[in-house]
């Protein structure tokens, strides 16, 4: 094999030379591992294994080709936007045992057509937003969270496919009803309880009270200026009733005249 370096520079040995040249490859193919996981090919397909590390954040040097994305038990906090966008061919991805307490509403996007499993259990979420799982085919758990019951959370359950196997342990830790904090979501929503519902007639009794609010508050005012009126003409009665009457004033300057 000729090398074409040039004739002075310095000569690497061949090994090293095809260990680079993989580097570059693997790089210019977008397969290079994070420093932070180990990465290892099964069955023709890239699994990134980063399993309690430490980790803190989602890596943002995550092969392009990666399938299997296990990032169990780390100190993530957040999943955010576009955080899996470039791994189009994500099939499972394992969030577990972390703590995430807020989940972007553009997480999962781009991935949404290929992932087929996704583990959101034993975090820190209490809610989501309604876009955060919108288009997701994939079987999810979302046990053991911290889940406040009320109506975002029901719109977001109604259209997920919900590991069958976990499904009893998504509890209600709080609720905007009390008396259903402590009970398996899909108990509740079962029993015909419709959270929305009593969201929309929360609401309403708000906007009612508001609105005897401001009523109250003109009617007070209107009961005011028709006293304040009244007052101020009653005030200005009493005045001219002081005034003496023209009678009385030509009396007087007819007795004037005479005396003159």
């Keep these: 094999m000729r090398d074409v370096a040039g004739p002075g520079a310095p000569r690497l040995p061949l090994v090293l030379r095809g260990l680079l040249g993989g580097v570059l490859l693997a790089a210019a193919l977008g397969t290079a591992c994070p420093t932070s996981c180990h990465c290892m090919e099964k069955n023709g397909l890239t699994v990134v294994q980063c399993v309690s590390r430490d980790l803190e ?57 290929s992932l087929l499993a996704l ?37 977001v359950l109604r259209e997920l496919r919900l590991d069958p196997e976990t499904v009893n342990e998504v509890i209600c830790h709080t609720a905007v009803q009390e008396e259903y904090a402590g009970k398996p979501v899909i108990q509740v929503l079962d029993s015909g309880i419709n959270f929305c519902n009593f969201h929309h007639k929360t609401t309403d009794v708000a906007m009612f009270v508001t609105m005897f609010g401001w009523f109250a508050m003109v009617i007070a005012y209107v009961i005011y200026y028709v006293r304040h009126n009244q007052e101020d003409a009653r ?8 005034l003496p009457s023209s009678s009385q004033i030509s009396k007087d300057f007819d007795a004037i005249s005479t005396v003159l």
């Design 57 to 113: 954040k989602i890596p943002p040097d995550l092969p392009r080709d990666t399938v299997v994305l296990l990032l169990a038990s780390n100190r993530i906090a957040r999943v955010p936007n576009h955080a899996f966008k470039e791994l189009r061919h994500l099939q499972e991805l394992d969030l577990a045992n972390n703590e995430i307490e807020t989940v972007d509403a553009g997480a999962f996007q781009g991935v949404s057509d």
């Design 119 to 155: 583990d959101l259990s034993n975090n820190r979420i209490q809610s989501v937003p309604k876009e955060a799982f919108a288009r997701l085919r994939a079987k999810i758990s979302l046990s053991s969270n911290p889940w406040h019951c009320e109506c975002t959370l029901q719109e």
């Design 235 to 242: 005030r200005h009665l009493e005045y001219l009733k002081s």
